[in-house]
């Protein structure tokens, strides 16, 4: 095996799924028998209820500032 495809077999791997309901967080596999935010019931139910939407709103507005503070963009 050369060098090109040492590196792009380790360079290949599959990216982590962030959770919808934490902003900035990896899936964690919080939920009994999810595999990822796509199977997930507390992420469903979020995604069911008008008044969770809305604090997941504000939430991930709030994550969206504190990035800004930490990397101002040039």
Excluded: F, H, T
């Excluded at 902003?23 to 139910?45: F, I, K």
């Excluded at 709103?57 to 990035?67: C, G, I, V």
């Amino acid at each position: 095996m050369g060098w090109r495809q040492a590196y792009s077999r380790s360079m290949a791997r599959r990216p982590d799924p962030q959770c919808p309901v934490r902003p900035g967080d990896p899936c964690s596999l919080c939920y009994p028998g999810a595999d990822g935010p796509q199977n997930c019931g507390l992420v469903w139910q979020v995604m069911q209820d008008p008044d969770l939407q809305e604090i997941l709103a504000e939430k991930r507005r709030e994550y969206a500032e504190r990035l800004r503070r930490i990397r101002p963009s040039a």
